[in-house]
């Protein structure tokens, strides 16, 4: 009997048909008779991920776990139907779980994927190497528990986030948990959001000054505020839009002070009118929100939502979700109880210290279960549905530093829940230091992934775990988060130490790096982004966080925060301090260094062999390359000064030479001329598409055109910043086009010889 007779009238109805039609769409896709872009859409809004399959072999951290699927039925494209497992995202709004849901996500781990339910920072699960002809199955599980995969991924509404301490927060203006429920609920399916030219993520906090809902780093973000109205208390949010992460952030930028509670779905509604009638389609690389608000002005795209607003049709369901906001989200099993601070093991204080929050009702504590690289087996999340059960209910929650929490713990439980805890290997403490590292897939199963993310977060992991105790105060609170490409899947511009992967060409080799960046603030919802201060060998960046917070805590002034510390220190000073760790010992001497963490192979594509008519030419590209790394850090250190104008001009000027470091492979007598370097790069590098890579593909180049363009430098801060990211990106791209071209012999005119675009 199949799952779908199974289940019955557990599914709900309009999941069910949703569902039929899903599976009868994969049949059709066998068949021939759906377009490759028109299926690869479809199931990516119902959470269905290709992904890389890197030889059948996953990477969990501590080595290579060979895994049971085979790697030749690989994806080609991603807009072909995979043969061999992809990656399902499931949406958990604002994390909330179930013990039922989570009883279900683990027998499905176990049966479809390779055992291992994964945390997302978004509070979605993952399940990885599912098979495409699993996935109707699948969804109907889930959904007989009250649970969609519906718009996880795609060109939709994601998951709608939340702090996962709403309703039980010491701090909080209220809980924001109804609004995001309610928010999910409203925009999903709609027909209103099915028309955009990328993804919108939705984040709602109930305080300003903490981490817990990033709003700054959303499309929509609204912080929780209040307001005295003839004696009567009004809730809102101060609401933001146009923020994001990616290759290059944006802060978001405030929309309304105090959006009434009423106003919220409307507004998003409206929003997502304009968004889907004026956002850019053709160019994926603009087509974000933020993108359209640096377009039109936050005043005018605040104008034309307010009258998209005023002339929508009224909907119920803006406003009958209200009545039940004070309505508890959860409760409690039993009646609160406190404790005896002092009682329990070591092993326990050590565990309370850092993974327990007092909760504002008194007896109670949210405790927080520590999940190194976001994972837990399948059979630790059933028996954690046990506990679950015993302790909390269904007061459960998914976090975005990629854990797990137990709500409503009564005080006098805890040390109970530890040893529960304790026999399922899941008691570690750490919880929100900096040995709880926060890290994308990376190189394991993302197709975009450059250095391998998790297997740096194990390590670090592992050394600062160990280390924890004896940790400075100042820098036990840290936070650290690793991309294993720019794209910042894993957050690294709003932490206090930031890395994503890059690679470099190393005579004749390709070695793994990660770029470090500073500057980050994860507090005050992601109030700032870091910026890139240079590449480092992966097999280096254990000593840079040593290095670093080492200079903390010795020159810290009283209490400053490390944000404040970095301003005052400045860059330069720090980068100076790393200088020598960017060095490649040879490969003879030392070949750790052309491996990635946690993978005993040779990184990349490994050896390169190089003519001998390019090594002049290759050497000098390299220098202009590493003379536009200087230029982009004099940008930063510009920028710092507060001197955007300057900051501009050495942002453009390091893309300038890393352009002509490329053209020099072709056409070595190349002037210094702006209008000839871009001229001759598009000729030679852009129309050739030998710029491009298989994931990105031309869209770097774009920076330079785009900035070369521009009449003059900018007066502005923000745009100058978002300038230097870009020109980081493009160095990066040339970077790796060099490495590809080093690889290939050159044509017999390539190292001298006209300009193909007919300019001397």
């Known amino acids: 009997m199949s799952w779908k007779e199974t289940l019955g009238d557990r599914i709900p109805a309009e999941l069910g048909r949703e569902i039929d039609t899903y599976e009868n769409q994969i049949a059709l896709k066998r068949q021939g008779k759906i377009d490759d872009k028109v299926f690869a859409e479809t199931r990516l809004r119902r959470g269905a991920y290709g992904q890389r399959y890197d030889n059948g072999q996953r990477n969990d951290g501590n080595g290579v776990k060979l895994l049971p699927f085979p790697s030749d039925g690989q994806t080609k494209g991603p807009d072909t139907v995979w043969d061999a497992p992809g990656m399902m995202r499931i949406k958990i709004p604002f994390g909330g779980l179930t013990a039922d849901q989570m009883d279900t996500l683990a027998d499905l781990s176990e049966e479809y994927s390779d055992g291992v339910c994964h945390i997302t920072t978004r509070q979605d699960i993952q399940l990885h190497f599912v098979h495409i002809d699993d996935t109707p199955a699948l969804m109907r599980r889930l959904a007989a528990v009250g649970i969609t995969t519906r718009e996880a991924c795609g060109n939709t509404v994601r998951n709608v986030t939340a702090c996962p301490l709403s309703g039980v927060c010491r701090d909080e203006t209220f809980d924001v948990t109804p609004y995001a429920e309610a928010s999910m609920r409203f925009l999903l399916g709609h027909p209103d959001t099915q028309d955009f030219g990328r993804k919108f993520k939705v984040a709602f906090s109930g305080c300003r000054e903490h981490a817990c809902g990033l709003v700054n780093m959303h499309d929509f973000g609204g912080i929780a505020v209040t307001r005295e109205v003839d004696g009567v208390t009004e809730r809102g949010f101060e609401a933001y839009v146009g923020g994001g992460l990616g290759a290059v952030p944006h802060e978001a930028k405030i929309f309304d002070p105090f959006l009434k509670e009423e106003d919220v779905l409307p507004t998003l509604q409206a929003m997502s009118r304009v968004f889907a009638r004026l956002g850019e389609k053709r160019n994926r690389a603009r087509a974000r929100i933020k993108f359209l608000v640096q377009q039109l002005g936050i005043d005018e795209f605040r104008r034309l939502v307010r009258e998209e607003r ?11 979700f209200i009545e039940r906001v004070n309505t508890p989200t959860d409760a409690p099993l039993l009646e609160g109880a406190g404790s005896d601070e002092a009682a329990g093991s070591d092993a326990f204080q050590a565990w309370r210290r850092t993974n327990v929050y007092p909760q504002r009702q008194p007896g109670y504590a949210v405790a ?8 837990l087996s399948g059979w630790q999340l059933r028996r954690l549905a046990t506990l679950a059960r015993r302790f909390v209910g269904d007061a459960v929650r998914a976090t975005v530093e990629q854990n797990i929490v137990f709500r409503w713990v009564r005080e006098a439980d805890l040390p109970e829940l530890h040893q529960g805890l304790e026999a399922l290997g899941l008691a570690q403490p750490g919880a929100g230091t900096i040995a709880d590292i926060t890290a994308c897939p990376g190189t394991d199963t993302c197709k975009l992934g450059i250095a391998s993310s998790r297997g740096l977060a194990a390590e670090l992991e592992r050394r600062l775990a160990d280390q924890l105790s004896s940790l ?12 294993g490409c720019f794209n910042s899947c894993g957050q690294h511009h709003i932490s206090d130490l930031g890395f994503y992967g890059v690679s470099r060409h190393v005579g004749g080799n390709v070695v793994p790096h990660f770029q470090v960046l500073l500057g980050g603030k994860w507090v005050e919802n992601a109030g700032s982004y870091g910026l890139a201060i240079g590449a480092i060998p992966a097999k280096s960046i254990p000593e840079v966080v040593r290095r670093i917070t080492d200079r903390f805590v010795e020159e810290r002034n009283g209490d400053e925060s490390f944000y404040d510390f970095t301003s005052r220190i400045g860059k330069r000073a720090l ?5 020598d760790l960017t060095a490649v010992p040879d490969k003879l001497v030392n070949a750790d260094f052309y491996r990635d963490w946690g993978d005993p ?8 062999g190089v003519g001998e008519c390019a090594g002049e030419v290759v050497s000098l590209t390299e220098f202009d390359l590493a003379g536009a790394e200087s230029q982009v850090f004099e940008a930063q250190l510009a920028l710092e000064e507060n001197d955007p104008a300057r ?22 007598d190349i002037s210094d001329d702006p209008s000839q370097i871009v001229t001759e790069f598009r000729t030679r590098f852009y129309d050739t598409e030998v710029f491009f890579d298989k994931y990105a593909g031309g869209k770097f180049a774009n920076y330079l055109f785009r900035r070369h363009e521009q009449a003059g430098p900018t007066a502005e801060r923000d745009v100058a910043r978002q300038l230097i990211e870009e020109a980081q990106l493009f160095l990066e791209a040339t970077h790796a086009c060099q490495a590809r071209l080093a690889a290939i012999p050159p044509p017999p005119t390539a190292a001298a010889g006209p300009s193909l675009g007919g300019v001397q």
């Open 575 to 579: 980068r100076d301090m790393l200088q």
């Open 310 to 320: 005023e002339a929508l049709e009224h909907d119920d369901r803006w406003s009958a």
């Open 368 to 375: 927080t279960i520590t999940l190194p690289l976001g994972d």
């Open 472 to 483: 400075d105060e100042s820098v036990r609170n840290l936070r650290i988060k690793v991309s």
């Open 601 to 608: 192979r040779e990184f990349g594509i490994g050896d390169m």
């Open 647 to 668: 900051a501009d001009k050495l942002a453009y000027g390091a893309m300038l030479q890393a352009a002509k470091g490329l053209i020099k492979t072709e056409f070595i």
